[in-house]
T-cell receptor, first 111, second 115 residues
């Protein structure tokens, strides 16, 4: 009963191009969504978030889009850089100190 | 200067032993968490503590006992370790705001291997 799914375990993108990471969820009660980035042997670090009352949030090269009717969110990285190579997790919350994480997508940005 | 620190980083032990993992945060946050990342890389919440009070316990076996002596610390004690407990355990903290709009700060993880 995985409520947050990242169906692409890996993604390779050329440097300078756009990276699009996708996340689907099943629980319509989720009201807050976050993206985390994780390097090997480190803990996840926060990247960007979005509230369910919005459909887009932008921070520099990172933009998160939320489509509530499709229960889908995506993270766009433009332009992609080699330092962006990491595992990206999406997470969702109903605002009760409980966060459900997806299984992650490994992004490789090729120089 | 580490915001969220965990000790030890690596832990190798025999089945049946009891072990503890310590977590400390110096961010002044009032909420702390323990997560388990298993071999399939699935990051799953185990416990949430707010102001030293247990808020979330995600059907974790009672061999796992978290203890929060103060808001800056959340330790995890595991009794009678089993092979399936082998995983990476992450501690995290956040500052509660209304509506659950909190950013969690994670520690570097503790890699536990049970033989």
């Amino acid at each position: 009963d995985q409520q947050v799914k990242q169906n692409s375990p890996s993604l390779s993108v050329q440097e300078g191009r756009i990276s699009i990471l996708n996340c689907d969820y099943t629980n319509s009660m989720f009201d807050y969504f976050l993206w985390y980035k994780k390097y090997p042997a480190e803990g996840p670090t926060f990247l960007i978030s979005i509230s369910s009352i919005k459909d887009k949030n932008e921070d520099g090269r990172f933009t998160v889009f939320l489509n509530k009717s499709a229960k889908h969110l995506s993270l766009h990285i433009v332009p992609s850089q080699p330092g962006d190579s990491a595992v990206y997790f999406c997470a969702a919350s109903t605002g009760t100190y409980k966060y459900i994480f997806g299984t992650g997508t490994r992004l490789k940005v090729l120089a | 200067d580490t915001a969220v620190s965990q000790t030890p980083k690596y832990l190798v032990t025999q089945m049946g032993n009891d072990k503890s993992i310590k977590c400390e945060q110096n961010l002044g946050h009032d909420t702390m968490y323990w997560y388990k990342q298993d071999s399939k890389k699935f990051l799953k919440i185990m416990f949430s503590y707010n102001n030293k009070e247990l808020i979330i316990n995600e059907t974790v076996p009672n061999r796992f006992s978290p203890k929060s002596p103060d808001k800056a610390h959340l330790n995890l004690h595991i009794n009678s370790l089993e092979l399936g407990d082998s995983a990476v355990y992450f501690c995290a903290s956040s500052q509660a705001t209304s509506g659950g709009a909190e950013t969690q700060y994670f520690g570097p993880g503790t890699r536990l291997l049970v033989l």
